[in-house]
Each structure stands twice: as C-alpha cells, then as structure tokens.
C-alpha cells in the first residue's frame, strides 16, 4: 500500500535527475558555442577524449595517485574526525573549549596553509595526503561531537543503570546514535578531502588528476582539461551517491 | 555565565599555550627555521610589511574581489531563492541538483574559468560565488519556509499590500537566516578567491603566499599567512556573535 506513492516518487525524481543532465549538457553545449575550441571542449569531444585517455596506463597512474592520497586522507580524517569527535562529545567542558575553534577553522581558508605543509612534508604524497587530512577531519569531528551532544541523556542514563562498560556503552548505545549523523559528516568531510588533494596537485604535483588538468591548461591542450575535469566531477558525484544511499538506509532504519 | 568564562578563559589559555609551545619549539631549533618561523617573528614581519605598504595592493585586490563576489552572492542567491521558493515544483527538481553539486570540488573548474574569461578577477568572481550563491538560495528559501502561517494570514486580515507585507512581516522574520547565509558566501568568498589566487594568478594575497613560497621568503610567507588567517578568523567571530544576538532576539519575539 505504501509502496506505490514511494515507487511514484522515485520515478519523480529519477525523471528530475534527467531534466537536470540534459539541462547541463545543453548549457556546456551553449558555453562550448560561445567560446570555442581555445577555452573548452564539448561534451561528445571531452567524452570520447576520456575513453580515449582511460585506455592509457599513464592516466590510470595519475587515477591511481589522486585516489591513493584521497583513500589515505580520508581514512585518517574519518578515524580522528569520529574519535576527536567522540570525546569531545563526552567530555562536555572539552567540548565547549573545542568547538568554536574548529569552527573558526573550518571557515578559514586552509589553502594558505599549503605551503606550510609542504616545507614539513615535501613534495609528494606525504603533503597531499596532509592537506586533505586537514580539509576532511573538522567536520567529520564537529557531526560527530553535536551527534554526541543531541543524544537524548536518558539512553545514557539507561547504560549507566544497566552497569554497562565504557566500551558496551559506545558499542550498543552511543555508536548505534550518532552514526547517521556520521555518515553526513562522512559526505562533507569527503568531499572537502577531495578538494584538499585536488588543490595540493593543482599547486604543486607532478602527478594526479589534479596536476593534469592544470598541466593541461599550460599546455593548452583543451580536450585534456576538460575530459579530466569531468571525470573528476563523475568520481565526486558517484561517490556523493553512494554515500546519500548509505545515509538514507541508515536514517530509515533508525526511525 | 561563570561556567562561560570558565570555558573561556580554557580555551584562550590553550591557544597562548600552544603558540608559547610553537615559539619554544622554533627558538630551540627542534623545528627547523627552513620550515617554520617563530609565532613572534612572523608578527614582527606581518607588522613591517603592513607599515611599508608593500603588501597594500595585494590587499585592495583580495578585498575588492571578495567584495564584489559577496554582493552577486548576496543578490542572485537572494532572487534565486525567492523565485525557486514561489515554484515548488522547480524546488523539488532542484533537489538532485543541490545534493551532489557541494560534493563536487568546484576549483577543478578554475582553470576552464581562466581559459573562457582569461587570466584576470573575473575567474576568481566566478569561483568566490560558485559555493556562495547555493548558500544564500538555501539559507533564503530557508528563511521564507520558517515563516509563521499565522502572521501572513494577519497581514491579509489587516489587508496590507504587497510590499508592506514583505517589510513589515516577511523580512524580520527572515532575517537571522539571511544573514547565515551572508556568513557563509563570506567565508566561501575568501576561501575561493584565496585558492584561486593560490593556483593562478596575477596578484592578491593568495598569489603573493605562492609568490613567496616559490621565491623561498618563508618570512614575508608566514607574515601573510597569519594576516590572511587572522583577518578571516576575526571577520567570522564578528560575523558569528552579530548572528547569535539576531537569533536569541528573534527566539525573544517567538
């Protein structure tokens, strides 16, 4: 019974996403048209130029660099992020002395910080792998602390009645109550993980996706710049979906 | 309020102590100089830079640039928001949209920027406002959805025209979220024009901490870092406090 307005909405929306394409194609198409070949490809060109350079193994390296750094990032600012976040829930005063710094942080144009990182790091995947770390691991931490924080203090009251451990508190209680929140802390601390190792390549690499779509601009070669930047717009947004997929099973078994 | 200062007063005293500890960490040489500077030198050189004027162009550069990416910000996303929130099923289409379009890394698009517009501010405009403009749209639908029914049926009641609705009504009520939104096309401002500057281009603050990175002047570098930091930093708690009294005065009206 519930399932033919749920089944007709996804349908609303599947169609939207299409309009939506078509739409951007259209205005890429248009842009394409205004400015010419010197600035940016169009769409049939930068697709064929991708499928053309994703049966080279060197842009597979240049893949295989970004997503190396990312997946390092990313893991690192994930374990910090939830456990930084962890404990400045549970400890409320730490929390409180925390919070608006990591705020002011997040808001803070951290690309100034770059150079920084690359004089303690070097060039290399060290310094990229750094500076996404920074760029992902605040929100990832500030979800996770006003996740702790909302919990509604009776759960907690209920652990402590029931003499549950430290450990059997965080696994049966605490865990199971911030994880939706987690996972949106999860698709922003993603993305912005992905922008710190984009912008390190960008600046200064001689590798990645990032390094190539710079490079190709100095070499003015167009198709390349544009065929890599839409596969990093593809990669960004398969990796969005997926983690809205997880968001929204996690939130609908919640309820 | 006395557990406030309490929070306060631990929090101020963290970051002393971790600039005190930065200091000794520099001075004994356990960092080394190639890397960082001591916190103390860096403001001795932001300050003498600041006094010979060499960074001033730098500086009206960055401010101008935000400035105007701010205020198209502020003004498209503001009509963006009032046009998609008056069409709901143009809202709801947008909702794909608007879901994957923060995940995506906006940057990558700046050199397609420079390539259509050339090697000037107009590509650092374009950037400062690709995050600033969904903002304000989504802080201002946002603010027009949290108006309470009941007053805009009083307004009818009183038969109050259209533009007296908007001022007296529909304005003060979303106000503390159109200001959120003016927070955040701030902050994404600075953060895009900064990282646009960074990557490439002709001057501005960004360009000059890349200039001096690559000229290996860790000094002027760090002088400008803290400025850039600082300035941002300062501009947000500004911005921050000024949202905090909008919200508890419109939670006093509530």
């Known amino acids: ?255 | 309020m006395t557990r406030q200062r309490a929070v306060t007063l631990t929090r101020l005293a963290w970051l002393l102590g971790a600039i005190a500890v930065l200091e000794a960490l520099c001075r004994s040489g356990m960092i080394s100089p190639l890397s960082l500077i001591p916190p103390s030198e860096m403001a001795v050189a932001l300050g003498g830079m600041l006094w010979s004027g060499e960074m001033t162009a730098d500086m009206i550069q960055t401010f101008s640039t935000v400035a105007i990416a701010l205020t198209l910000s502020i003004v498209i996303g503001l009509v963006l928001g009032v046009a998609v929130h008056a069409l709901p099923r143009l809202s709801r289409g947008l909702d794909p949209l608007l879901a994957s379009y923060y995940s995506i890394p906006t940057f990558v698009f700046y050199p397609l920027f420079v390539a259509i517009f050339g090697l000037n501010t107009i590509p650092l405009i374009v950037l400062g406002m690709a995050f600033g403009v969904p903002a304000m749209m989504m802080s201002t639908m946002n603010g027009l959805d949290r108006i309470p029914r009941v007053l805009l049926r009083t307004a009818k009641a009183h038969h109050l025209g259209r533009i007296r609705t908007v001022a007296l009504i529909v304005l003060p009520c979303a106000v503390p979220y159109l200001f959120t939104g003016v927070k955040l096309a701030l902050a994404y401002a600075f953060i895009g024009i900064i990282a646009g500057e960074f990557i490439l281009a002709s001057g501005g603050l960004g360009h000059a901490i890349a200039y001096a990175y690559d000229g290996f002047d860790s000094r002027t570098m760090y002088a400008l870092m803290l400025f850039v930091l600082g300035l941002v930093t300062a501009l947000n708690m500004t911005l921050h406090a000024w949202e905090g009294r909008l919200m508890r005065r419109r939670i006093g009206h509530d």
Do not use: C
């Open chain 1, 1 to 255: 019974m519930i399932e033919a307005p749920e089944h007709h909405a996804r349908r609303g929306s599947a169609l939207d996403a299409m309009v939506t394409v078509v739409v951007l194609l259209a205005l890429w198409q248009g842009v394409y048209g205004y400015v010419g070949d010197a600035a940016i490809a169009p769409p049939l060109t930068a697709v064929q130029h991708l499928a053309a350079m994703l049966a080279t193994a060197s842009f597979w390296d240049h893949i295989m660099a970004t997503l190396t750094a990312f997946a390092g990032a990313l893991a690192l600012a994930a374990v910090l992020g939830t456990l930084l976040g962890l404990v400045f829930g549970i400890r409320r005063f730490a929390g409180d002395v925390a919070e608006p710094v990591l705020a002011g942080l997040y808001s803070v144009p951290k690309v100034t910080l770059y150079p920084m990182i690359l004089l303690m790091f070097g060039l290399g995947m060290g310094a990229k792998v750094a500076f996404g770390l920074i760029h992902g691991v605040i929100p990832i931490t500030l979800f996770t602390l006003s996740a702790v924080k909302a919990i509604n203090p009776v759960l907690l009251r209920t652990a402590r009645a029931l003499r549950l451990s430290q450990f059997e508190t965080i696994r049966t209680v605490l865990a199971p109550a911030v994880l939706p929140e987690m996972v949106t802390g999860l698709r922003v601390g993603f993305s912005l993980t992905l922008l710190g190792v984009l912008i390190g390549e960008m600046f200064a690499s001689q590798k990645g996706l990032g390094f190539l779509i710079v490079n190709g601009l100095s070499l003015h070669n167009v198709k390349q710049t544009t065929a890599v930047i839409l596969m990093v717009v593809l990669l960004a947004i398969a990796a969005n979906g997926s983690l809205l997929w997880l968001d929204r099973r996690l939130v609908h078994r919640g309820e």
